[in-house]
Protein backbone atom coordinates (compact mmCIF):
# COMPACT_ATOMS: atom_id res chain seq x y z
CA UNK A 1 0.00 0.00 0.00
CA UNK A 2 1.36 3.09 -0.94
CA UNK A 3 2.08 5.52 2.24
CA UNK A 4 4.00 8.10 3.27
CA UNK A 5 4.33 7.40 7.27
CA UNK A 6 4.84 9.72 9.58
CA UNK A 7 6.18 9.47 13.46
CA UNK A 8 5.61 10.28 16.22
CA UNK A 9 1.96 11.11 15.87
CA UNK A 10 1.80 13.62 19.00
CA UNK A 11 4.91 14.75 20.95
CA UNK A 12 4.60 16.99 23.84
CA UNK A 13 8.03 18.56 24.39
CA UNK A 14 9.58 21.77 26.23
CA UNK A 15 11.34 24.53 24.60
CA UNK A 16 14.75 23.95 23.67
CA UNK A 17 14.70 20.49 23.55
CA UNK A 18 15.86 18.84 20.13
CA UNK A 19 13.23 16.89 18.64
CA UNK A 20 13.14 15.09 14.92
CA UNK A 21 9.98 14.16 12.88
CA UNK A 22 10.61 10.86 10.86
CA UNK A 23 8.41 10.58 7.45
CA UNK A 24 9.41 7.57 5.03
CA UNK A 25 7.59 6.84 1.60
CA UNK A 26 6.98 3.73 -0.19
CA UNK A 27 6.73 5.03 -3.50
CA UNK A 28 9.96 5.48 -4.93
CA UNK A 29 9.29 9.56 -4.89
CA UNK A 30 11.46 11.83 -5.67
CA UNK A 31 9.76 15.36 -4.26
CA UNK A 32 9.03 15.34 -0.23
CA UNK A 33 7.99 18.63 1.75
CA UNK A 34 7.27 19.71 5.19
CA UNK A 35 3.98 21.99 6.08
CA UNK A 36 2.27 23.05 9.21
CA UNK A 37 -1.19 23.82 9.75
CA UNK A 38 -2.04 26.79 12.24
CA UNK A 39 -5.76 27.73 12.94
CA UNK A 40 -6.69 30.48 10.52
CA UNK A 41 -3.06 30.34 8.92
CA UNK A 42 -4.17 27.24 6.82
CA UNK A 43 -1.00 24.99 5.77
CA UNK A 44 1.98 26.59 4.83
CA UNK A 45 5.07 25.15 3.60
CA UNK A 46 7.82 24.75 5.37
CA UNK A 47 10.60 23.01 3.67
CA UNK A 48 11.01 20.79 0.25
CA UNK A 49 13.61 18.43 -1.63
CA UNK A 50 13.47 17.42 -5.33
CA UNK A 51 15.41 14.53 -4.42
CA UNK A 52 18.24 13.09 -2.39
CA UNK A 53 20.33 15.89 -0.93
CA UNK A 54 18.93 18.39 -2.89
CA UNK A 55 16.49 20.28 -0.35
CA UNK A 56 15.38 24.01 -0.06
CA UNK A 57 13.42 26.69 2.03
CA UNK A 58 9.77 27.17 1.39
CA UNK A 59 7.70 29.51 3.23
CA UNK A 60 8.09 29.70 6.99
CA UNK A 61 11.90 27.84 7.56
CA UNK A 62 12.75 29.33 10.32
CA UNK A 63 13.71 27.55 13.07
CA UNK A 64 13.39 23.97 11.23
CA UNK A 65 16.48 22.03 9.26
CA UNK A 66 15.70 18.92 7.08
CA UNK A 67 18.31 16.79 5.35
CA UNK A 68 17.49 14.28 2.31
CA UNK A 69 20.22 11.48 3.02
CA UNK A 70 17.92 8.46 1.34
CA UNK A 71 15.47 8.84 -1.13
CA UNK A 72 12.52 7.71 0.67
CA UNK A 73 13.14 9.50 4.58
CA UNK A 74 13.17 13.06 4.94
CA UNK A 75 13.39 14.43 8.55
CA UNK A 76 12.16 17.47 10.27
CA UNK A 77 14.42 18.43 12.56
CA UNK A 78 14.15 20.76 15.42
CA UNK A 79 17.16 21.96 16.87
CA UNK A 80 15.87 24.17 19.68
CA UNK A 81 11.75 24.43 19.89
CA UNK A 82 10.07 27.50 20.60
CA UNK A 83 5.99 27.42 21.64
CA UNK A 84 5.39 29.33 18.55
CA UNK A 85 6.57 25.92 16.97
CA UNK A 86 3.58 24.43 18.36
CA UNK A 87 1.41 23.10 15.48
CA UNK A 88 0.16 20.14 13.30
CA UNK A 89 2.68 18.89 11.26
CA UNK A 90 2.65 17.04 7.59
CA UNK A 91 5.01 15.76 5.31
CA UNK A 92 4.27 15.04 1.22
CA UNK A 93 5.51 13.35 -1.60
CA UNK A 94 5.33 13.06 -5.44
CA UNK A 95 6.65 11.47 -8.07
CA UNK A 96 8.18 14.92 -9.06
CA UNK A 97 7.95 18.39 -8.18
CA UNK A 98 6.79 19.31 -11.99
CA UNK A 99 3.36 19.50 -11.18
CA UNK A 100 2.00 16.55 -13.07
CA UNK A 101 1.29 13.96 -10.14
CA UNK A 102 -1.13 13.51 -6.97
CA UNK A 103 0.49 14.64 -3.56
CA UNK A 104 0.18 12.00 -0.60
CA UNK A 105 -0.02 13.65 2.64
CA UNK A 106 0.92 11.61 5.91
CA UNK A 107 -1.13 11.28 8.82
CA UNK A 108 0.18 14.31 10.35
CA UNK A 109 2.05 15.15 13.46
CA UNK A 110 0.62 16.89 16.39
CA UNK A 111 3.67 18.56 18.54
CA UNK A 112 3.08 21.10 21.67
CA UNK A 113 6.28 22.71 22.76
CA UNK A 114 5.48 24.08 26.51
CA UNK B 1 0.50 37.15 -4.54
CA UNK B 2 -0.93 34.16 -5.23
CA UNK B 3 -4.02 32.56 -3.36
CA UNK B 4 -6.85 30.07 -2.65
CA UNK B 5 -10.01 31.00 -1.54
CA UNK B 6 -12.90 28.78 -0.49
CA UNK B 7 -16.91 29.71 0.08
CA UNK B 8 -18.49 28.66 2.21
CA UNK B 9 -16.04 28.44 5.35
CA UNK B 10 -18.61 25.71 6.74
CA UNK B 11 -21.69 24.10 5.57
CA UNK B 12 -24.52 21.79 7.42
CA UNK B 13 -26.71 19.49 5.23
CA UNK B 14 -29.39 17.18 5.76
CA UNK B 15 -28.16 13.39 4.10
CA UNK B 16 -29.06 13.27 0.83
CA UNK B 17 -28.96 16.43 -0.32
CA UNK B 18 -26.54 17.28 -3.13
CA UNK B 19 -23.89 19.76 -2.53
CA UNK B 20 -21.22 22.28 -4.15
CA UNK B 21 -17.79 23.37 -2.14
CA UNK B 22 -16.17 26.16 -4.17
CA UNK B 23 -12.83 26.69 -4.46
CA UNK B 24 -11.12 30.67 -6.19
CA UNK B 25 -7.51 31.18 -7.00
CA UNK B 26 -5.68 34.18 -7.77
CA UNK B 27 -3.46 33.11 -11.09
CA UNK B 28 -4.54 31.18 -14.17
CA UNK B 29 -1.20 29.69 -14.43
CA UNK B 30 -1.75 26.74 -12.75
CA UNK B 31 0.17 22.87 -12.97
CA UNK B 32 -2.98 21.17 -11.35
CA UNK B 33 -5.26 21.45 -8.46
CA UNK B 34 -6.09 18.63 -6.10
CA UNK B 35 -9.04 18.81 -3.52
CA UNK B 36 -8.71 17.00 -0.58
CA UNK B 37 -10.51 15.54 2.96
CA UNK B 38 -9.08 16.41 6.19
CA UNK B 39 -10.91 14.12 9.17
CA UNK B 40 -9.63 15.35 13.25
CA UNK B 41 -6.77 13.80 14.27
CA UNK B 42 -6.07 12.42 10.64
CA UNK B 43 -3.78 13.43 7.54
CA UNK B 44 -5.22 14.90 4.16
CA UNK B 45 -6.50 12.32 2.27
CA UNK B 46 -6.42 13.09 -1.64
CA UNK B 47 -9.99 12.95 -3.55
CA UNK B 48 -9.21 14.54 -7.37
CA UNK B 49 -6.12 15.60 -8.99
CA UNK B 50 -7.05 18.06 -12.09
CA UNK B 51 -4.42 19.18 -14.64
CA UNK B 52 -4.18 22.12 -16.26
CA UNK B 53 -5.85 21.14 -19.43
CA UNK B 54 -8.30 19.41 -18.05
CA UNK B 55 -11.94 20.92 -17.16
CA UNK B 56 -13.40 17.76 -14.62
CA UNK B 57 -12.58 14.64 -12.77
CA UNK B 58 -14.85 12.20 -11.66
CA UNK B 59 -14.81 9.76 -8.64
CA UNK B 60 -17.84 7.96 -7.70
CA UNK B 61 -19.85 10.59 -5.72
CA UNK B 62 -17.44 13.11 -6.45
CA UNK B 63 -16.84 15.71 -9.34
CA UNK B 64 -14.76 18.42 -9.47
CA UNK B 65 -14.72 20.83 -12.45
CA UNK B 66 -12.10 23.16 -12.89
CA UNK B 67 -12.74 26.94 -14.76
CA UNK B 68 -8.74 28.10 -15.28
CA UNK B 69 -9.66 31.14 -17.19
CA UNK B 70 -12.06 32.72 -14.20
CA UNK B 71 -10.01 30.93 -11.43
CA UNK B 72 -12.59 28.69 -9.69
CA UNK B 73 -12.97 25.21 -9.29
CA UNK B 74 -16.21 23.45 -7.84
CA UNK B 75 -16.16 20.19 -5.87
CA UNK B 76 -19.95 18.67 -6.13
CA UNK B 77 -21.03 15.65 -3.93
CA UNK B 78 -23.95 13.80 -4.97
CA UNK B 79 -26.37 12.40 -2.64
CA UNK B 80 -24.50 13.42 1.07
CA UNK B 81 -23.95 11.16 3.58
CA UNK B 82 -22.74 11.84 7.16
CA UNK B 83 -19.59 9.72 6.30
CA UNK B 84 -19.39 12.58 4.07
CA UNK B 85 -18.84 15.39 6.99
CA UNK B 86 -14.87 16.12 7.31
CA UNK B 87 -13.03 19.30 6.05
CA UNK B 88 -13.03 19.87 2.55
CA UNK B 89 -9.30 21.43 1.49
CA UNK B 90 -8.88 23.04 -1.85
CA UNK B 91 -4.86 23.04 -3.09
CA UNK B 92 -3.72 24.61 -5.95
CA UNK B 93 -0.10 23.91 -7.70
CA UNK B 94 0.93 27.51 -9.19
CA UNK B 95 3.09 27.88 -12.12
CA UNK B 96 6.48 30.03 -11.43
CA UNK B 97 7.25 30.78 -7.62
CA UNK B 98 10.35 30.14 -5.84
CA UNK B 99 9.63 27.04 -3.99
CA UNK B 100 9.06 24.13 -6.70
CA UNK B 101 5.74 22.17 -5.72
CA UNK B 102 4.61 23.83 -3.38
CA UNK B 103 0.40 23.59 -2.75
CA UNK B 104 -1.21 26.42 -2.19
CA UNK B 105 -4.53 26.09 0.10
CA UNK B 106 -7.56 27.89 0.98
CA UNK B 107 -8.75 28.02 4.39
CA UNK B 108 -10.77 24.63 3.72
CA UNK B 109 -15.05 24.17 4.12
CA UNK B 110 -16.07 22.42 7.12
CA UNK B 111 -18.83 20.15 6.07
CA UNK B 112 -21.30 18.24 8.25
CA UNK B 113 -24.15 15.86 7.18
CA UNK B 114 -26.74 14.99 10.18
CA UNK B 115 -28.91 11.93 9.46
Known amino acids: EAQVTQNPRYLITVTGKKLTVTCSQN?????MSWYRQDPGLGLRQIYY???????DKGDVPEGYKVSRKEKRNFPLILESPSPNQTSLYFC?????????????FGAGTRLSVL | KQEVTQIPAALSVPEGENLVLNCSFT??????LQWFRQDPGKGLTSLLL?????REQTSGRLNASLDKSSGRSTLYIAASQPGDSATYLCAVHFEGGTSYGKLTFGQGTILTVHP
Open chain 1, 49 to 55: SMNVEVT
Open chain 1, 92 to 104: ASSLRASGNGIQY
Open chain 2, 50 to 54: IQSSQ
Open chain 1, 27 to 31: MNHEY
Open chain 2, 27 to 32: DSAIYN
